[in-house]
């Protein structure tokens, strides 16, 4: 199971939360939203992406389980 996450830039204000819970993951872009830097979740930083998720303030980061990638 290969664990994927997005930003939703259009929702995403800029935080920065998610780049300090994981900076080698997030990236602020410089038009103020957060962009994603890998295509793939190693399973080491999965725990660090659902706190992330959690607790982004608005909500921009989605998570999805791709069963089909083994
Ligand atoms: S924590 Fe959420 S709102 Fe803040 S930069 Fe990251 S994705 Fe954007």
Redesign the pocket.
Known sequence: MTMKVQ?NPDI????????GIAPEI?E?HDDG??VVLVSEVAPADEDAMRR?ES????R??SLSEDASVA
Not at 55 to 58: G, K, L, N, S
Request: glycine share 10%; proline share 5%.
């Open positions: 930003v995403c204000a800029g935080f920065g939360i998610c780049t997030f602020l939203y957060a992330a607790q982004c303030p608005a921009a980061i």
